[in-house]
């Protein structure tokens, strides 16, 4: 049987902005995690811009619907990237995140992308965010908040 050659993967790039929401409480510093129960997948808030729509539009909207808190950007933390298969392609998505502060809201009011959304130290952070790259954004939105403050 003669053998198939695939034909490759198109590769399409991606953007996407979103935010680590900071707050101090009893003297130390809690994020904001958006959670999905069916996969068990933990993540800071982030989503793709709106045509036209600047890239800081687009983290502080994306971050006021997931989460539910009026926000207000401190700081950009820098990006990440990763790829993933969609049918027929190869997506790379470059993600920039913003360092944010809340300024009024409730994560009891966020939207249906996530079925909870809640605030958690920096350490039980670390343990629930699904992937090691949300970490290191982590670790520079403290960087960022400690420079901030």
Same mark, same amino acid.
């Given at each position: 049987?003669?053998?198939?050659?695939?034909?490759?993967?198109?590769?399409?790039?991606?953007?996407?902005?979103?935010?680590?929401?900071?707050? %101090?409480?009893?003297?130390?510093?809690?994020?904001?995690?958006?959670?999905?129960?069916?996969?068990?997948?933990?993540? @800071?808030?982030?989503?793709?811009?709106?045509?036209?729509?600047?890239? %800081?539009?687009?983290?502080?909207?994306?971050?006021?619907?997931?989460?539910?808190?009026?926000?207000?950007?401190?700081?950009?933390?820098?990006?990440?990237?990763?790829?993933?298969?969609?049918?027929?392609?190869?997506?790379?998505?470059?993600?920039? @995140?913003?360092?944010?502060?809340?300024?009024?809201?409730?994560?009891?009011?966020?939207?249906?992308?996530?079925?909870?959304?809640?605030?958690?130290?920096?350490? %039980?952070?670390?343990?629930?965010?699904? @992937?090691?790259?949300?970490?290191?954004?982590?670790?520079?939105?403290?960087?960022?908040?400690?420079?901030?403050?």
């Amino acid at each position: 049987m003669p053998i198939r050659a695939r034909r490759p993967a198109r590769v399409r790039n991606a953007v996407a902005a979103g935010g680590v929401v900071v707050r %101090e409480r009893d003297g130390k510093r809690e994020v904001v995690l958006n959670g999905r129960h069916s996969d068990g997948t933990w993540v @800071f808030p982030k989503g793709t811009p709106d045509r036209g729509e600047e890239i %800081e539009d687009t983290a502080l909207r994306e971050v006021e619907e997931e989460t539910g808190l009026k926000v207000k950007i401190v700081a950009p933390i820098g990006t990440t990237d990763y790829w993933f298969a969609a049918p027929g392609e190869r997506v790379h998505k470059i993600v920039h @995140f913003f360092l944010m502060k809340p300024t009024g809201g409730d994560v009891s009011a966020h939207d249906h992308e996530y079925d909870e959304v809640r605030w958690v130290s920096e350490d %039980e952070a670390r343990r629930l965010l699904s @992937f090691d790259t949300y970490r290191d954004i982590l670790d520079r939105a403290m960087v960022a908040a400690r420079e901030a403050a």
